[in-house]
């Protein structure tokens, strides 16, 4: 494979990581909060993780269904509505919702190659490259995700299981990282 080529495919397979990590990160957030949180609004102007999730759940299906055929911003989107709770935004409708949406995004992720990193494809009739397109998708859902694992922590308060590093252990795992990952030694290395 030529070295532009590896580089590409290298690309797509640390942003189809990166995905998975932001899904898992929010999924594990959104675990930790009872239905009433789920709901909570801080105040009138905020966002309640219900429409978070709704947000990003519909911005995620537009922006990856058919990507290389339409518009990313399909014509069924209601943006503004994603920012309203309505009757049949039970939990569980939004949680599939949810999957579904970040389902077209990574299947797509897992079907791109490093040929298609360069197509152009468009968002609100904006041009954009396959990269552009990715990379501001995922930036767009990773601001959101951090939303979601702070307003997650706020529901859950002293019940919070840490998603990183917790309090007061940065140093074990500073350790347990430097040992895990450093360069062998060439004594440890070679046979004997």
Excluded at 67 to 90: H, M, N, S
Aim: net charge negative; charged share 25%.
């Amino acid at each position: 494979m030529p070295e532009s080529l590896a580089h590409d495919a290298l690309f797509i397979d640390e942003l189809r990581g990166e995905a998975r990590r932001y899904k898992d990160l929010a999924d594990q957030a959104l675990a930790q909060v009872d239905d009433a949180g789920f709901f909570h609004r801080l105040d009138a102007e905020s966002n309640c993780l219900a429409l978070i999730v709704k947000h990003v759940a519909n911005n995620l299906r537009s922006r990856w269904t058919n990507v290389y055929a339409t518009d990313g911003e399909k014509p069924d989107r209601q943006r503004d509505r994603e920012f309203e709770l309505e009757p049949d935004d039970t939990r569980p409708a939004l949680m599939t919702r949810w999957d579904a949406g970040w389902g077209c995004f990574l299947e797509t992720l897992d079907r791109m190659e490093p040929a298609d990193l360069g197509r152009t494809v468009l968002i609100r009739s904006e041009p954009h490259t396959v990269t552009r397109a990715a990379l501001r998708s995922l930036a767009h859902t990773a601001s959101h995700v951090g939303q979601i694992v702070i307003l997650a922590k706020h529901a859950v308060g002293a019940r919070w299981g840490s998603l990183s590093i917790p309090r007061g252990q940065s140093e074990q795992v500073n350790a347990l990282m430097r040992e895990q990952f450093a360069p062998k030694s060439a004594a440890a290395t070679s046979p004997s």
